[in-house]
């Protein structure tokens, strides 16, 4: 649970923030990038997600789930967004279509399904090689801080990184789930 990290966000630490950016970036861009037309309008709403985020700390309850909070208010910048460029479809009291909510919904499940069907690969790598790729593609952490904490040399850890890579793009390629492991790679390798 983000009990602690939320307790900590609301009384403003600096390094939780970074820490909760960090931990939640891609899972949020990922959301808000199957609703937006271009990258640039992606970065945009997922920067204004973590302004709201910062913005209104103090009135997130400890006990709700970050992830939760943060996909709320994904939601609500991407209609902030749409409605400010004129391109959702909204009703007269301004709220978004019904069947808008229905197909964020079906994204939502479409999304952590195919999330699911790339941990399941990890899976099934070794423990040590899917540490060290989960420490590089999804905690960010450097060639270097990964060799140091795991006491090997850099050019071990891009090679462990490289048969991750390989063993996933031939395994998600025979399971049609393609496209979401490059927008995987592509959205966490910065």
């Known amino acids: 649970m983000d009990t602690n990290l939320i307790s900590r966000l609301r009384d403003g630490e600096d390094s ?26 992606t970065e945009d709403i997922v920067q ?30 991407i209609f902030n967004w749409y409605k400010a460029q004129d391109g959702f479809p909204l009703l007269p009291d301004g709220e978004l279509r019904e069947d808008q909510d229905v197909i964020a919904e079906q994204w939502d499940e479409e999304i952590a399904l195919k999330l699911e069907r790339i941990n399941t690969l990890l899976e099934q790598i070794p423990e040590r090689r899917r540490k060290i790729f989960t420490l ?9 801080e990964i060799a140091d904490e795991m006491n090997m040399t850099q050019s071990a850890v891009a090679k462990q990184i490289s048969k991750t890579l390989q063993f996933l793009k031939e395994n998600v390629a025979e399971q049609h789930c393609l496209m979401w492991f490059a927008i995987i790679v592509k959205f966490v390798d910065k």
């Open 16 to 41: 939780c923030f970074r820490e909760i950016y960090e931990k939640y970036h891609f899972k949020v861009y990922v959301f808000v990038n199957s609703y937006a037309k271009q990258p640039a309008d």
């Open 136 to 144: 590089h593609k999804f905690e960010q952490h450097s060639y270097k």
């Open 48 to 77: 204004n997600v973590f302004i709201h985020l910062w913005k209104f700390r103090h009135t997130i309850h400890p006990e709700t789930p970050l992830d939760a909070v943060l996909f709320k208010s994904s939601r609500q910048e």
